[in-house]
């Protein structure tokens, strides 16, 4: 029978392609698009304010209440944050991924790839809560500047009532500090892969027909490489919008998207409400890739 069975089986490739392929697809379908058409649906839901039942009738109620100046101040501080942390990122992360393709022997670059990765390998709330206690006011930050005389200048900056507070710890700035330290590695090793397919011989011909290493970088090394910077950015920027570890134990008063999905489905219970701010981090997303795709950020993939 299973002579058969395997004798069968050769003879048909597509099939053992459809076998193989069919537990991925059953789980993609039912588990991550069904979740995602139940949050859609919940989504046209609302809630009764005066039962706190959810009403099963189909409105738009609730998305006009993501138009509230304070629902949009959520999503305008989450969509910066993301772009601030994906463009610091791409700043920190370029130079050291060049170099890592470039010029670091094999032994340095080992190093490197285990220097980048080795964060990753610990648990995501350990490296959380210990930047906690890196940016307390008793921290190593506030020490240090202490010790270098430049307390004051910490102090006049945390008086900021946009980006300070409290404490390091308590603000949009260490918000900002922890998201660009937890998801740089991300934006590190698809920049540094872009890098690596870059043919020296293209940089050479540059060079030989006179640009000089500028121009080099921007006509040659930056337009190959720009398929690992938007790889790099669409895990930063999706993953920074839908966090809601970091803002809960960093920021101040100031709701991100994914605390008030929590906030409103944990807290409140208005699940239509969390449904519908869930739907506007895929809809920013598709709206992100799709420019990313007009740009051609897509054709060197």
């Known amino acids: 029978m299973w002579r058969r069975l395997s004798t069968y089986l050769y003879l048909h ?27 859609l649906v919940n989504s046209f839901f609302y809630l009764d304010g005066f039962t706190g039942q959810v009403v099963r009738q189909f409105t738009l109620q609730t ?17 910066a944050m993301a772009l601030a942390v994906t463009i610091a990122s791409i700043i920190i992360a370029f130079p ?14 080992t190093f490197l790839y285990l220097a980048v990765t080795l964060p990753l ?28 005389h430049l307390d004051g200048l910490l102090s006049w900056y945390l008086s900021s009532k946009l980006l300070g507070g409290p404490s390091l710890a308590v603000s949009i700035t260490g918000v900002f500090i922890v998201f660009l330290y937890i998801w740089l590695p991300y934006m590190i090793l698809p920049i540094q892969t872009a890098l690596e397919r870059v043919p020296k011989s293209l940089i050479e011909a540059s060079g030989d ?9 921007r006509n040659v090394i930056l337009p190959l490489a720009f398929p690992g910077v938007i790889a790099g950015s669409i895990f930063t920027f999706s993953l920074t919008l839908g966090d809601f570890i970091v803002p809960s134990l960093f920021g101040n008063s100031s709701f991100f998207i994914g605390k008030a999905v929590l906030t409103y489905e944990g807290t409140s219970g208005n699940i239509p409400l969390a449904a519908a701010f869930t739907m506007g981090p895929i809809v920013i997303m598709v709206v992100y890739l799709l420019i990313a795709r007009k740009l051609g950020a897509f054709d060197a993939l």
């Open 63 to 79: 998305y006009a209440k993501l138009l509230i100046p304070t629902n949009l101040q959520i999503f305008f501080r989450t969509v």
């Open 209 to 217: 027909l006179g640009a000089k290493p500028a121009q080099t970088f």
């Open 96 to 109: 050291l991924s060049y170099y890592m393709a470039r010029f670091a022997s094999r032994r340095m670059k």
């Open 121 to 148: 390998w610990s648990s995501y709330v350990v490296r959380v809560y210990s930047w906690k206690l890196i940016l307390a006011q008793e921290g190593i930050v506030s020490w240090f500047a202490r010790i270098v």
């Open 13 to 39: 490739p597509r099939l053992v392609l459809l076998l193989l392929l069919l537990p991925p697809l059953i789980w993609f379908l039912v588990i991550y698009i069904g979740a995602l058409l139940t949050m």
